[in-house]
């Protein structure tokens, strides 16, 4: 079993960037899959969700019209297209498949800094 995360980096203020999302070893497209993000001495805050077949969307207050969260069932990826990035949004980004928090499984986690 694998969660697969790709994408992050170096941007500057107002830029955009793409996470990506891949799950193996499991049935990737009936998992709920949420998009966290953590900063050092802070929670882990949740940034997005989309569960399976795409029919429930949830965004944090913070990132609602910035931050859009997709799945593309052929590929079993789930996206994380960021736009209108602010230094704000600077965290290492974890992505979290979990089926009824039964059977729950991370992504090793990918910087994102965003530059003023």
């Known amino acids: 079993v694998q969660v697969v995360q790709s994408g992050g980096g170096l941007v500057q203020s107002g830029g955009s960037l793409t996470l990506s999302c891949a799950g193996s070893g499991f049935t990737f497209s009936i998992y709920t899959i949420t998009w966290y993000r953590q900063v050092p001495g802070k929670e882990r805050e949740l940034v997005a969700s989309?569960?399976?077949?795409?029919?429930?969307?949830n965004y944090a207050d913070s990132v609602k019209g910035r931050f859009t969260i997709s799945r593309d069932e052929d590929k079993n990826k789930v996206y994380l297209q960021m736009n209108s990035l602010k230094p704000d949004d600077t965290a290492v980004y974890y992505c979290?498949?979990?089926?009824?928090?039964?059977?729950?499984?991370w992504g090793q986690g990918t910087q994102v800094t965003v530059s003023s």
């Open positions: 989309i569960n399976r077949g795409s029919s429930s969307i």
């Open positions: 979290r498949a979990d089926l009824l928090s039964r059977q729950v499984y």
